[in-house]
């Protein structure tokens, strides 16, 4: 729907028909938000977050490929290793309120 808003589609009913997933049972709802409330300046400013999610996929995606080759030579060490159990304080109450004691109030 955003695809189509950047390239200048502006029909609203044609707009919610676009709709994915969960928004497929709600297009009639759609079809108000869609009418005349999409301004050039709005398709530029969307264009250029679309543009930016796009980057940031293939960063992420440049360095999960990277560490995926990193770990190789650790896979079988690491697949043998039965995982750490973690263990949490029962309470709050057993945590510390200060990491250290109180310092001496007077230093003369």
Request: no cysteine; hydrophobic share 40%; charged share 20%.
């Amino acid at each position: 729907m955003l695809e189509a808003l950047t390239k200048g589609a502006r029909n609203p009913g044609l707009l919610a028909g676009t709709a994915q997933g969960a928004l497929r049972s709600k297009i009639a709802a759609l079809v108000d938000p869609l009418t005349g409330r999409f301004k050039p300046h709005h398709a530029f400013m969307a264009r250029l977050h679309l543009d930016q999610i796009d980057a940031h996929t293939r960063v992420i995606d440049a360095l999960t490929a990277r560490i995926e080759k990193a770990m190789v030579p650790f896979r079988d060490a690491t697949s043998s290793q039965p995982e750490a159990e973690v263990t949490r304080p029962s309470s709050p109450s057993s945590i510390p309120s200060s990491p250290r004691p109180d310092p001496p109030r007077f230093l003369y």
